[in-house]
Every structure is written in C-alpha cells, then in structure tokens.
C-alpha cells in the first residue's frame, strides 16, 4: 500500500468522532484546509498538549483531525478525550477504513489538505517525531 501523492485529491470520508456525533471531511472542505494525522497508537500527555494549543490558534483555517485505530473502548476514549480538553476530531477507524483511503499502514502521518481538497503535503513520521513543529509545517501546508 502507497501513501497518496501530493498533488492529488484527497478522498472524504465520514467517521464516528470520538468526541461525540459522526464527522464528515467533506463538510470542512470548501471552507478551510485540514490535516489529516493518523496518530501514534499510544497517547503522549505532551502531545496533547501542543495539540490543543496549535488547534486553538488555527482552527478557524484549518482543521485538525486525528484518526486512531487503537482504543481500549470507545467509552474510556471519549470520558479521556474530554477530561483532556480536546476539541479537534478524533475518528475512531477501527476497521482501518480511512487507513487503506490514504494508503496508511504505520502511523504517524500527516497529509495537509487545502480547502480544495487537494493533498499538499505527506509526511510519515516515526512517533517521536511527531512534534509540534512537524505538525505546525502540516498546517501551514494546509493554509
């Protein structure tokens, strides 16, 4: 399996938010940028944390989605998600759906969607470098 390239149109999907209600791709498109991060499989407190303070700062030009494929429960995601403060989408990917759309085997990447739909940078990332400043490069890339 390939990642997508830069350059072509990234696919929609649609996916339960761990957050709450069901979240669509193609309602943020048309409006702003995104990026796509399909996350490390385990949660680091520091990334969430800079996470949510890049979500703050950007949000109204970009949307941060993260995708996970690997929870305990659904249940013990969302009371997690909360008690962090996290706001931006989490869509719970359990089958590996959203994965195969984007040719993702091993998380971290990151894909930076305009507000076109148009993928305008991949990166595959080891999990300790999944920083804020990769991160920060995927939004700008989305802007």
């Given at each position: ?59 109204t ?44 085997e ?38």
């Amino acid at each position: 399996m390939a990642l997508l390239e830069i350059g072509a149109t990234a696919p929609t999907f649609k996916g339960m938010n761990l957050l709450g209600g069901e979240f669509d791709l193609a309602n943020v498109l048309g409006s702003r940028g995104a990026v796509i991060s399909f996350a490390p499989d385990q949660i680091n407190p520091a990334q969430v944390s800079w996470a949510k303070n890049l979500y703050e700062k950007n949000k109204t030009d970009v949307e941060m989605i993260s995708i996970v494929r690997k929870i305990p429960s659904v249940t013990m995601a969302k009371a997690f998600l909360q008690q962090l403060g996290i706001k931006s989408p989490s869509v719970y990917d359990q089958k590996q759906e959203i994965f195969q759309l984007f040719g993702v085997e091993n998380p971290v990447v990151l894909y930076s969607v305009n507000k076109d739909g148009v993928i305008t940078n991949v990166a595959q990332l080891e999990p300790k470098a999944f920083t804020q400043a990769a991160m920060q490069e995927a939004i700008d890339k989305a802007k």
